[in-house]
C-alpha cells in the first residue's frame, strides 16, 4: 500500500514538472537515471516491436509467451533486443493522440535498459 502512494506522489509531482514538455494525451514519466544497473530492474522482455516518438518510446515486448505493451522515455532499443525495466502504470484503453492509436492494454514506465542477459 505504501508503494502505491509514493507512485501516486510521484506521478503527481511529475504531472507538475514535466506537463508542459510531453505530448498531450500522455501520462507523466520520470525520465532521470536512478543510478540502477539493468539487473536491478524487475521486468524483462524481448522487444518484437519498437515506435518513437517525440520524448517516448513504445515498446512490444514479449513476456513468457505473452505480448505487451510499455511505454519508456526516449530511449536506444531495436527489435530483438533483451531489455529490463521497472514495473510501472497500467494504464486500460489508452489512446495516443500522437499514434491516433489505442492501446488496450499498456504500461508506462520511468526506465528501459538494453540488457545483455540471453533470453
Not at 514538472?17 to 532521470?32: D, F, I, M, T
Not at 525495466?85 to 497500467?90: A, C, I, Q, R, W
Request: aromatic share 6%; charged share 25%; hydrophobic share 40%.
Amino acid at each position: 500500500m505504501k508503494s502505491l502512494i509514493l507512485l501516486l506522489l510521484f506521478a503527481t509531482a511529475s504531472i507538475c514538472s514535466a506537463a508542459e514538455k510531453l505530448p498531450p494525451g500522455h501520462p507523466p514519466v520520470n525520465a532521470e537515471n536512478t543510478g540502477a544497473s539493468a539487473a536491478q530492474l524487475p521486468q524483462k522482455g524481448k522487444v518484437l516491436d519498437v515506435i518513437n516518438v517525440p520524448q517516448y518510446t513504445y515498446l512490444e515486448v514479449s513476456q513468457e509467451g505473452k505480448s505487451t505493451w510499455i511505454a519508456a522515455p526516449t530511449a536506444e532499443v531495436k527489435k530483438g533486443d533483451i531489455v529490463r525495466f521497472e514495473d510501472g502504470l497500467v494504464m486500460k484503453d489508452f489512446h495516443s493522440k500522437v499514434l491516433d492509436r489505442t492501446f488496450t492494454n499498456i504500461v508506462f514506465v520511468n526506465r528501459v535498459v538494453v540488457s545483455e542477459e540471453k533470453e
